[in-house]
């Protein structure tokens, strides 16, 4: 089983091609991370993509201020309260980005063959001849003959919206470059990424630390997406001083040779992987790209940890529906369940993870193993952390898993709080995993009565969904005192 995220910039068709014919609590294993951006922040538009399954919102603060995304963020939760569907926030920070500033937002016509300057001087204007950048090391990482990309979006060859440049001198600190193609740049900011050239720029800039500690901590951000990430120590220690920020989940996104060569340290430490198909694809040959894309998800399926994939149906930015190259895009990178064997990637994830096994993945993993053997329509995980539900995730069940989240009390010594909503949030981007906050009166560990209590509501929510029928069987997961327990339910009506 390959990857089980994608990430859609701009979801707007993409949710009227992905509307079910009926509404349901568990619309598809595979999750749907969407770039909320000026075309899709409508309410109207939003509600459409959470009926269709995107139940991450990110936030892209390369563009835009934080009032804008502000406005966007209230739109989305009074959607989520229209359509009763959860929604998690993701941040995405600029990161070790270079940019071209183009002040006066207009168009600038590049000509093939012809010279262009990138300067650090940034006060001067934008034009055909000089292009000023946000970073004056440039001239100090590039040589003779060092491609540079200049534009929004991934280069296919077959759009002139970017251009690439091909450096012809360096002359003090400004770069002169050739360009290779013929492009008009359109808008007021573009990306510029030299291809497999070591950038000294900090993880965390001080806009993004800015932007987090302000916007992030304001609206308890679930997700914290880490652009041309080559480590992410520096910014989980920034997100435990943040106090609110301590549980925010970092996903570490690899967008360049530099983080495809550290992936496996960057792995350890991350919360989760978004493969940046795009950028990947200025740094390596397209064949290249393929061939990581299948190893990385692989380490992070072992490793229980989610992956997202950027840059999938791009031509539905204007078209209704996607090219057949992009379908199969799609489909190979989630895999249809009809032909994934599941008994065989069950036996490898228990190979990988190896013995002797902790508590917490035995009972995961036998949970999963008993809901195959007894063809369980639903597997139902109480969890207070979320772990354990992850756990059972991990092992790729082919069957939902309702994710009962029971809140438990905290204080910080000024006011009491109730915990469970990040965690039931943090569960919507876990392939598979459907979450469900409990009532906060009936406590993680307690006893027979209240959790029986609590299982009726959750095989309540799954009748509801149409996802539990009379006489299915029920594989459900819970703590008694201090043992775990997997047991089997089945249904008389």
């Known amino acids: 089983m390959h990857s089980s995220h994608l990430l859609l910039e701009e979801p707007i068709r993409m949710a009227s091609i992905l509307e079910p014919s009926k509404p349901s609590f568990f619309p598809a294993m595979t999750k749907i991370v969407g770039t909320l951006g000026p075309k899709s922040r409508s309410l109207e538009v939003i509600s459409g993509c959470l009926k269709a399954g995107m139940s991450v919102a990110r936030f892209d603060f390369s563009w835009g201020d934080p009032e804008y995304h502000q406005e966007t963020l209230e739109t989305l939760k009074t959607a989520v309260k229209v359509t009763k569907k959860l929604c998690a926030v993701m941040l995405d920070t600029v990161g070790a980005e270079m940019q071209v500033v183009n002040k006066s937002e207009k168009a600038i016509s590049l000509q093939a063959d012809a010279f262009v300057v990138l300067t650090p001087h940034h006060d001067q204007e934008a034009t055909s001849e000089l292009l000023p950048i946000n970073f004056d090391g440039l001239s100090k990482a590039v040589k003779k003959g060092d491609t540079i990309f200049v534009g929004q979006y991934l280069f296919t060859g077959s759009e002139t919206t970017s251009v690439w440049l091909e450096v012809s001198e360096v002359k003090g600190e400004d770069v002169v470059c050739v360009c290779k193609n013929s492009a008009t740049l359109a808008g007021s900011l573009f990306t510029l990424h030299a291809s497999q050239v070591h950038i000294e720029l900090p993880t965390l800039s001080d806009k993004d630390k800015e932007v987090i500690s302000t916007w992030g901590v304001q609206n308890k951000i679930d997700f914290l997406s880490l652009s041309y990430t080559r480590h992410a120590e520096d910014a989980r220690e920034f997100l435990s001083k943040s106090g609110d920020l301590s549980q925010t989940q970092i996903f570490a996104k690899i967008e360049n040779v530099e983080g495809l060569n550290h992936f496996d340290e960057i792995l350890q430490e991350a919360d ?222």
């Open 272 to 493: 989760g992987i978004i493969l940046s198909r795009g950028n990947l694809g200025i740094d390596l040959p397209p064949e290249k790209v393929f061939l990581f894309q299948k190893a990385a998800l692989y380490k992070c399926n072992m490793a229980g940890k989610p992956a997202v994939l950027t840059r999938v149906v791009d031509s539905m930015t204007d078209n209704l529906r996607p090219t057949r190259a992009e379908a199969t895009d799609v489909a190979n990178a989630v895999l249809d369940e009809k032909v994934f064997n599941q008994d065989l990637y069950f036996k490898k994830t228990v190979k990988y993870v190896g013995e002797p096994m902790t508590h917490l993945e035995s009972i995961a993993s036998s949970a999963v193993r008993a809901a195959i053997k007894v063809k369980a329509s639903v597997i139902i995980c109480f969890t207070s952390s979320g772990r354990a539900a992850r756990l059972i995730a991990k092992y790729r069940p082919t069957m939902p898993v309702l994710s009962v989240v029971i809140p438990r009390l905290k204080t910080n010594q000024l006011k009491w709080s109730f915990t469970g909503a990040f965690e039931a949030r943090q569960s919507l981007i876990v392939r598979g995993l459907f979450p469900m906050l409990a009532d906060p009166r009936h406590p993680a560990e307690s006893t027979n009565a209240t959790n029986e209590s609590v299982l009726k509501v959750a095989l309540d929510h799954g009748k509801v969904s149409g996802v539990i029928k009379s006489h299915d069987r029920v594989v459900v997961c819970q703590k008694v005192g201090d043992a775990s327990v997997v047991k089997i339910i089945e249904l008389e009506d």
